[in-house]
């Protein structure tokens, strides 16, 4: 039951989410209240303020990307087909569902930048 409730739960987020996404307001259409209210993640010269993001299989993930380096970045993770643009001085976000435990690196695309030092760990846990 209480697993039942919990994906539920996670549904109901979603559902939220695309919802917003589709009312056509900042960060493809996520209003600027609903975004403040997710986790964060943000960018600075070339690093992520975190290294580590944790997650569950089968949970929607919800990231505020901020993005307050005066440079555009990138937030990829191949493996779930992440890959969003994160524009100077711009908030987006990124939504996606792990659908397998184990490590997945998430890093900056812009050439250089991963090299760098932009790069983090996303661990999905059962």
Not at 22 to 33: D, I, K, L, P, R
Not at 102 to 123: D, Q
């Amino acid at each position: 039951m209480l697993a039942f409730l919990g994906a539920l739960s996670g549904l109901s987020l979603g559902a939220l989410l695309v919802a917003s996404l589709a009312a056509g307001t900042s960060a493809g259409g996520v209003s600027a209240e609903a975004l403040a209210k997710l986790p964060a993640l943000t960018t600075l010269p070339t690093a992520f303020n975190r290294t580590e993001l944790r997650a569950k299989v089968g949970e929607t993930v919800a990231l505020r990307l901020s993005n307050q380096d005066t440079q555009s970045h990138s937030f990829d993770i191949d493996e779930f087909t992440v890959h969003a643009l994160l524009p100077y001085g711009a908030t987006s976000l990124a939504l996606f569902t792990p659908s397998t435990p184990g490590s997945y690196t998430f890093y900056c695309s812009i050439p250089g930048h991963r090299e760098a030092g932009m790069v983090g760990t996303l661990i999905v846990e059962p």
